[in-house]
């Protein structure tokens, strides 16, 4: 077959945000939107694509599959030699970048709006990820942007029709080149990688039980996204547990009506379960399998930036780390710092980085990090280039068989050795933009005044000093990139923070986000409900940003 060319025009807007480009499933349908985004990726990649493999997959959302064939068949006219695709389309985000590692391509397109709702009228995305595993760079995806911005036609074999449900390979020949078209399993790569890095027996003698301990009972919420198949494998078919055990484990293209993303607002059900049940644990992934959260007994609610320092501290429970050593941690500027408590007092080095996954890719490539995270429910490692789901529940389990305590208790300890950040943070969804950028102007101008630093601010009992007001900016260690206009921050002289930040996930409107951190020692607060002691601190940050005043919003959408 050979390959034809189409003329298409511009779409504005195709700019890719913190995690890919997401946009509602009409503006993806419109005719050759899609198409010119493919060719945009395909074409940044330079003389490098032609006789490359790349991977392709994504969470089983609505128009997925539609996509997968347009890829494949605009990959095989622009000189791609194979594809390597998840059956029926699905591969979860961390299962893509294990593939990308394992089988060395060039990289891999993700279909998938994470844990932004599915469906016709819902969310649809995609993202490109590079040869190391990870989500692409600024330099790359602002490469693909500016493509898009010139694009006048793509290249596509049209008549290409491979059935993607069915585990085979398939090559045919395309201007006398071979190009092959492999669909494989969506959980095997990633099973076995996962067998490599835990003591999967140990986890096993866990939740089935022994002789001197009762089975430790989980439930796992798969939330109708990809996580679904890995699951079943995993929880059910490798480590027992049963069917009950594992709930919406069926991949649905509009996620059952669910907003699939792990936490305590959208994972409502998990913490209602898990309060009025017999479990020890709790889990949930978002609609790629990036995402986690994790509960205890009555839903003990573990935040992801406590679940972070908490396996900073424990990696020995875990036999990849005892293979590979500690490199170095982690996190994202908003994320809160209990993690460098840990750091500091075992003498491991501790990186902070802008928002997003991608900005961990270099310093792990370099072998700097060996464990890194986010606020937003993100955990991960250096095992692969991405934050992983399944992953971070496995570690927790293998936390919890080494130190044959609840979690609960293994988070008291964790307070009383290093003491307690107390997170918050405030989401509110779908502002208008307008209102939510004056904001963004008023609050830099604010916290960019010379008298600010220094000042007192005031709520209720306590009064935090400013030590520094900035819009925060990043130069990456290892090769120099900079990256600024990344949240304002306000720090305070005992180490609290206030940050503010508008998303870059969202797909319409605009999503504020306040980020609250504050330290204490005390052992008489360590038990204390975060919204409690954070509550002059959240005061202080809606009276300094005047949020109520430019967005009319009287209260947040979700808070974290
Ligand atoms: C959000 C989170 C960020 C995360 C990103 C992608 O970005 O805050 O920490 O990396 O989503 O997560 P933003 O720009 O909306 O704040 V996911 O699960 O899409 O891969
Ligand atoms: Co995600």
Known sequence: VTSKIIETRVYDGQKPGTSGLRKAVRIFMQEHYTENFIQAILQAL????????????????????????????????????????????????????TIIRKYKTLGGIVLTASHNPGGPDADFGIKFNCENGGPAPDTVTNKIYEITKVLKNYKIIPDIAIDIDKIHSTTIQVDENPFT???????????????????????????????????????????????????????????????????NVT??????????????????????????????????????????????KNAFFVTPSDSLAVLAANLNSIPYFKK??????????????????????????????????????NLMDAGHLSLCGEESFGTGSDHIREKDGIWACLAWLSVVANLGKS??????????????????????????????????????????????????????????????????????????????????????????????????????????????????????????????VLKPLVTIALEISKLREFTDRDAPTVIT
């Not at 095997?188 to 140990?202: C, G």
């Not at 607002?265 to 609609?287: E, H, S």
């Open 46 to 97: 330079g003389e490098q694509l032609l006789g490359s493999t790349l991977v392709v997959g994504g969470d089983g959302r609505y128009y997925g599959k539609e996509v997968v064939r347009k890829i494949i068949r605009i990959a095989a006219a622009n000189g791609v030699k194979k594809l390597i695709v998840g059956q029926n389309g699905i591969l979860s985000t961390p299962a893509v970048s």
């Open 251 to 296: 991949p649905l293209e509009d996620f059952g009506g669910l907003h699939p993303d792990p936490n305590l607002t959208y994972a409502k059900d998990l913490v209602d379960a898990i309060k009025n049940g017999p479990y020890d644990f709790g889990a949930a992934f978002d609609g790629d399998g990036d995402r986690n959260m994790i509960l205890g």
């Open 181 to 247: 078209v492999e669909i494989i399993d969506s959980v095997d790569d990633y099973l076995e990688h996962m067998k490599n890095i835990f003591d999967f027996s140990s986890i096993k003698t866990l939740l089935q039980g022994s002789n001197d301990r009762p089975a430790f009972k989980v439930l796992i919420n798969a939330m109708n996204g990809v996580t679904g198949p890995y699951v079943r494998r995993i929880f059910s078919h490798e480590l027992g547990v049963s069917d009950s055990s594992i709930v």
């Open 407 to 532: 979690v609960e208790d293994i988070l008291l300890n964790h307070w009383q050795t290093y003491g307690r950040n107390f997170f918050t943070r405030y989401d509110y969804e779908n502002c208008d933009s307008e209102a939510a950028n004056k904001m963004m102007h008023h609050i830099e101008s604010e916290i960019q005044k010379p008298e600010f630093m220094g000042s007192k601010l005031t709520s209720g009992s306590k009064t935090y000093v400013v030590k520094l007001g900035d819009n925060y900016s990043y130069v990456d260690l290892i090769d120099g990139s900079q990256a600024s206009k990344q949240g304002l921050r306000i720090l305070f002289q005992d180490g609290s923070r206030i940050i503010y930040r508008l998303s870059g996930t969202g797909s319409s409107g605009a999503t504020i986000r306040v980020y609250v951190d504050s330290y204490e020692d005390d052992p008489a607060s360590l038990n204390k409900d975060a919204q409690e």
């Open 324 to 361: 590979t050593g500690i490199k170095g941690y982690a996190r994202s500027m908003p994320t809160g710092a209990a993690i460098d408590r840990v750091a500091a007092k075992t003498g491991v080095k501790l990186y902070e980085v802008p928002t997003g996954w991608k900005y961990f890719g």
